[in-house]
């Protein structure tokens, strides 16, 4: 059944997929092979939707994760440098300037949501990357940055999201929450 | 009165829209009559073809009451215009050739009659012609489907319709696949042939062209390139769990994997029981509940095909 398909194909996903792509393609192709899909059961019997089901997870696990994926590619000879290159700018740059810049940018005497964006545009830090690193939502994160403590369910998360956020841009987290704070009571 | 000729565009050449499904009563009727609506709301002259031959009833759905003229005019007449059998509506730029006093015997159009109504659609003088079609899998039903540029099939969230949609694809690719010289025949059977011994069944469509692909490479370009010519669009109609709404997307990615077809998810629709009502009123849905959200979707629906037909056709002409 199907057996040249490769992996990428399985999951219905181009060879340029991000990891993000990999995982919606999986949760979607799963819901329409599932057992008694609508769209699935007239033209595939139980054993075929048995045996895609197993196919898609193998290129599951061996997609999501970026090293098998690699290696995968290579035995499809998928020499794919663009993405390459743009899963090390979604993935390292944040690990690298927190450790470089944990303890070089020290915290400015007065925080506010500008101040925070200037900071971290000085690091080439976007808020998706932020975003992808610590699953706080983009719609948060500009709400920090525009001082909009309203958007925020309680101030508990706000002082969660904005020290997560903090030690993103290489800022001492608690440090920045108690000015960022004074800065909004203001 | 709007879609008489103006004379000066006699060469255009409408653009055929074939509905269609598997299964009756998913609402084809009703997405034709209203997707003609739309497309006369954006200013295109429509033509809506009836050719739900034996029982036709898409003047109903536009709120038209006795057409005076009839689809089988044209077959009982020589030299007969058939524009001057577009019923017109009181909507503008809105045109119906119906078949509601059809010759009872319509339904089993000869070879020569169906050759003659298709040839005759072309010259049309309108942007969409929209062909409502029969239910089923019917000789007539494929062959106005795959004679029209773009088709497009009707679904609604219900086994008995997904299954006859797929049912109809097959049919519709056994059709189209019928053109191929005789070698080719005789090898696509081989190949079905070898897989029933192999795997005890026959295995999807996708499966059998890469296999033809492999084994007779220009075989399989050749049966590739007819099926490149089907452009089939899905609306998924009568939703009405919020589930439902995935079941197109679904259908694309299927599509994709068992018939290696490209689908394109046109819209969904939702269950409305205003559809009865306007029905019983006997006026177009489109025209009385224009603020409903079928309404809204189907002024969309016409608006991405137009504007998808502007991108086509200014890329030739660049």
Known sequence: ????????????????????????????????????????????????????????????????????????????????????????????????????????????????????????????????????????????????????????????????????????????PCLTWEKYLKTLKD | MTVKNTATTKQRQPLIWAVASGKGGVGKSFVAANLTMAFAAHEKKAVLVDLDLGSANAHTCLGINHPKTTLSQLLRHKNIDINSLVEPSNTPFMGLISGSSDDLDMANLKHFQKLKVMRNLRHLDADFVILDLGAGTGFNTLDFFLYADQGLLTVMPEPTSVENTYRFVKSLLTRQLRSLPKQSHALMNDILIEQKKDYGKIQSFAQFLADMLEKHPEHGKNIQGNLQKLQLNLVVNQMMDPADTKLGDAMQIIFHKYFSLNLNLLGCLHHDVHVTQALKQRQSYYQLFPQSRNAICLHRMAEKVIKTQQIKTNGVVN
């Open chain 1, 1 to 172: 059944m199907a057996s040249q398909d490769n992996h990428y194909d399985t999951l219905q996903i181009s060879t340029h997929a991000t990891t993000a792509d990999i995982i919606n393609a999986y949760r979607d192709i799963k819901l329409i092979f599932q057992e008694n899909s609508l769209a699935a059961y007239s033209l595939y019997s139980a054993e075929e939707i048995a045996t895609i089901n197993q196919q898609i997870e193998e290129a599951y696990v061996i997609l999501s994760n970026s090293q098998t994926r690699l290696s995968y590619d290579i035995t499809l000879h998928i020499h794919d440098v663009e993405r390459a290159e743009k899963e090390v700018s979604h993935h390292m740059p944040i690990e690298s300037n927190n450790l470089q810049s944990a303890e070089t940018t020290p915290v400015p005497s007065e925080v506010s949501g500008k101040v925070l964006q200037s900071i971290r545009e000085s690091h080439a830090i976007t808020l998706l990357q932020i975003a992808e690193k610590t699953n706080i939502s983009l719609a948060h994160l500009k709400a920090i940055e525009a001082n909009q403590s309203s958007a925020f369910p309680g101030v508990f998360y706000l002082k969660s999201y904005l020290k997560q956020y903090a030690s993103c841009i290489g800022l001492e």
